[in-house]
Each structure stands twice: as structure tokens, then as C-alpha cells.
């Protein structure tokens, strides 16, 4: 592990004067370089699949902004692909998959090892970063958590409850387990064959952890998480791990501990005085200003990026929105947020 890299420096524990920072989807439609190479590429998920221009995109806001940190460009449901579900994406209005909401629907999906041929494109993504990136620059990897790609596998599209997959939940448990415990288990295979590509950190992004509440938060969400990450430090001792279980509200109280996640990731909803007091103590804590500001700015993006980071120095913290950076944020509001960290 470099002492070099800010980023794991925060999630070893240290506090330091100034955080470190990256964004989610810093790679992304708000960069005109971006727009342009996608254009290149012809469709997103041949974007995805393009190493040399994937690795382009992920280097594009490190060139801009020298974030301490680049995230892979790739997308939580490549694991789905790879296992064998039909996916798509629409113009403008997301991801399609085929559906499976009958026990049938999981017998045509292959199995935990027979991903990498189809993934072999992502982890040469990685092997070109680690070359290109800058000494201090952390390479992040990542997946989508077993109940949000779940979620879109049920439905065959992003939805707003997750209500298709509260169903199956609900009346054909045996299936939706079945399909948790492929993904739990295709997820550490796909996230172990990052990390021996290069990532040096890996993130789990549970975006739909909120709508699962109680037992099943606990079932769900917590144990999945702790069950890959118990796996990956077996195999990877020392690999550092980010966990966002997005819109946890409460239940992100004890949730890195018992996960074993060093990092916790929080969501825009949260108070960051309340995450210093209750969750930064176990972890390092990851967020959280709006994405709004990213598209609004002025003196506002600047009084609460500096709230946050007042709110979360006595502890370690990395800094980075409480989502992804959207398509209509202006590209010099960014500049502005490094300002405010940086000085």
C-alpha cells in the first residue's frame, strides 16, 4: 500500500488536515471529453467493453481535476450481462434486462466462474489504469450489491420502489435467495479478479439498501456485504473496501463494523454531524454534499462543502458527493468544490 495515496491513507484511519476527494460518476456526461469518446465508442456498453477507451474516460476528470482517486468506468449490471441475462441500455431512459420472476428463469444463467471471459475487458481496463494514472492517484474498482442488481435483474429496469422485487421476495423466497446467493458469490469472484487487475480499493454500491427495512435489511443487505467482504480479506489481505448502503437512514449505524467495511459511503439525507458522531467512529466516513450544487454552485456549493468538512475532521473522511454527479452539472462547479476543499 502506498503512503503516497491520500485516499488510503483515510481508509487505513488517518485523519488528515485536508481530505481527500473524488466523485461518484466522475466520469461522466457532464465532461464534453466524455461526450466525445462515447460518441466514439457507439453505445455504452460498448464503451464498457472497450479497455483503451474505457480507461480514457476514467482518465479524462483525473487530466481535469487531479481527483485523488479514479473509479473504473464500467456499470453494476456488466455482472448481469456476463452471467447471461439479456441487457440493454435506452437512450434517455436507462437500462432494460430480461426479467426473472419464475424459478425457471434462473436455470439459462451460468455460473460464479464462468464470468471472466466475458468480463476479461474490465480487468484489462484496470491494468491499462494502473499504468496511466498518476503515482498518487488511487485506482477504485467496484460492483453493484447483490439486492440492487437483483432488482433490475426482477424488473428488467430501474423502477422506484423496487416493487417486482419486493414480490418475489415476497411470494417465491427459494427464487429470490437464488438469485442473491448467485450474485453474492459472482460478485467476489468479479471483485477478487479486479483487485489481482489492479484496484487497490473496492467500492459496493448498494443504491436501493433503503427500501429493505428490518430482517430484511439485515438478510439482504448487511449480510451479502459481509459475506463478500469477509471473502475478498481472505483473499486480499489488506484490501481496503468502501460500503455504500444507500438511504440506510438508522441502520447505517453499525453497519461498517459488522460488514468489516473501512469505508462507509453516506447518502445525501444524512446529517453530517450525526454520521461524525454515530458512524465515524467505526470507519471512515465517504460524502456527502447534494449533487444539486454541482449544477447550481455559487457561494452555497462553497458554504456546505466547507460545513461538511468541518462537520467530519475530527475523523478520518473522504470527500465525494452522497451520489453520483449528474448530466446537466457545470464542469467549473467542480472546480469550485476542489477550491473550497483545497484551501
Same mark, same amino acid.
Given at each position: 500500500?502506498?503512503t503516497e495515496? &491520500?485516499l ?5 484511519g488517518?485523519? $488528515?488536515?485536508i481530505p481527500?476527494?473524488?466523485?461518484m460518476?466522475q466520469a461522466g456526461r ?10 466514439e465508442?457507439?453505445?455504452f ?8 477507451l ?5 482518465l479524462?476528470p483525473?487530466r481535469?481535476y487531479?481527483f ?17 441475462a439479456?441487457?440493454?441500455f /435506452?437512450t *434517455?431512459? *436507462?437500462?432494460?434486462?430480461?426479467t426473472?420472476t419464475?424459478?425457471?428463469? $434462473? =436455470?439459462?444463467?451460468k455460473g460464479?466462474d464462468d464470468?471472466h471471459? !466475458?468480463l476479461a ?7 491499462i489504469?494502473r499504468?496511466e494514472?498518476?503515482?498518487d492517484? =488511487?485506482?477504485?474498482? %467496484? @460492483?453493484?450489491?447483490?439486492?440492487t ?7 428488467g429496469?430501474?423502477? +422506484?420502489?423496487? #416493487?417486482?422485487?419486493?414480490k ?9 435467495e437464488a438469485?442473491?446467493?448467485l450474485?453474492?458469490e459472482?460478485?467476489i469472484e468479479?471483485?477478487?479478479?479486479q483487485?489481482?487487475? #489492479?484496484?487497490e480499493v473496492v467500492?459496493? %454500491?448498494d443504491?436501493? =439498501? #433503503? ?7 439485515? &438478510?439482504?443487505a $448487511?449480510?451479502p =456485504? &459481509?459475506?463478500i467482504? @469477509? ?5 486480499? +489481505?489488506?484490501?481496503p /473496501?468502501? @460500503?455504500?448502503p444507500?438511504?440506510?437512514?438508522e441502520?447505517y449505524?453499525? %453497519?461498517?463494523?459488522?460488514?468489516g467495511?473501512? #469505508?462507509?459511503?453516506?447518502d445525501t439525507?444524512?446529517? +453530517?454531524?450525526?454520521?461524525a ?12 454534499l447534494?449533487?444539486?450544487?454541482m449544477?447550481? *454552485?455559487?457561494?452555497p ?5 466547507? @460545513? ?5 475532521? *475530527? ?7 452522497g !451520489?453520483g454527479i ?7 462547479n467542480?472546480?469550485?468544490?476542489l477550491?473550497?476543499?483545497?484551501s
Amino acid at each position: 500500500m502506498s503512503t503516497e495515496k &491520500k485516499l488510503l491513507r483515510s481508509l487505513a484511519g488517518e485523519t $488528515l488536515p485536508i481530505p481527500p476527494v473524488w466523485m461518484m460518476r466522475q466520469a461522466g456526461r457532464y465532461l464534453p471529453e466524455y461526450r466525445a469518446t462515447r460518441a466514439e465508442a457507439g453505445d455504452f456498453l460498448s464503451l464498457c467493453y472497450n479497455s483503451e477507451l474505457a480507461a480514457e474516460v476514467t482518465l479524462q476528470p483525473i487530466r481535469r481535476y487531479g481527483f485523488d482517486a479514479a473509479i473504473m468506468f464500467a456499470d453494476i449490471l456488466l455482472v448481469p450481462d456476463a452471467l447471461g441475462a439479456d441487457v440493454w441500455f /435506452v437512450t *434517455g431512459e *436507462g437500462p432494460r434486462l430480461s426479467t426473472i420472476t419464475r424459478p425457471d428463469g $434462473l =436455470a439459462p444463467l451460468k455460473g460464479k466462474d464462468d464470468i471472466h471471459d !466475458h468480463l476479461a475487458p474490465i480487468y484489462e481496463t484496470l491494468r491499462i489504469l494502473r499504468r496511466e494514472l498518476p503515482s498518487d492517484t =488511487a485506482l477504485i474498482g %467496484f @460492483a453493484g450489491a447483490p439486492w440492487t442488481v437483483a432488482t433490475y435483474m426482477i424488473a428488467g429496469r430501474g423502477t +422506484p420502489d423496487q #416493487g417486482p422485487a419486493h414480490k418475489l421476495k415476497a411470494e417465491d423466497r427459494a427464487t429470490f435467495e437464488a438469485l442473491l446467493d448467485l450474485l453474492t458469490e459472482a460478485t467476489i469472484e468479479y471483485l477478487s479478479k479486479q483487485v489481482d487487475a #489492479g484496484a487497490e480499493v473496492v467500492k459496493l %454500491f448498494d443504491s436501493w =439498501a #433503503g427500501s429493505l427495512n428490518g430482517e430484511d435489511f439485515t &438478510k439482504y443487505a $448487511l449480510a451479502p =456485504a &459481509k459475506r463478500i467482504i @469477509a471473502e475478498l480479506k481472505s483473499r486480499h +489481505p489488506g484490501l481496503p /473496501v468502501i @460500503a455504500f448502503p444507500r438511504q440506510a437512514g438508522e441502520a447505517y449505524i453499525g %453497519f461498517a463494523k459488522a460488514v468489516g467495511a473501512d #469505508g462507509l459511503a453516506i447518502d445525501t439525507n444524512v446529517d +453530517p454531524a450525526w454520521a461524525a458522531e454515530h458512524l465515524q467512529p467505526d470507519s471512515c466516513i465517504q460524502g456527502n454534499l447534494d449533487p444539486k450544487h454541482m449544477v447550481t *454552485g455559487g457561494q452555497p456549493l462553497v458554504d456546505e462543502t466547507r @460545513a461538511i468538512i468541518e462537520a467530519l475532521k *475530527g475523523g478520518p473522511h473522504i470527500f465525494n458527493l452522497g !451520489h453520483g454527479i449528474t448530466p446537466d452539472a457545470d464542469p467549473e462547479n467542480v472546480h469550485r468544490m476542489l477550491e473550497a476543499i483545497r484551501s
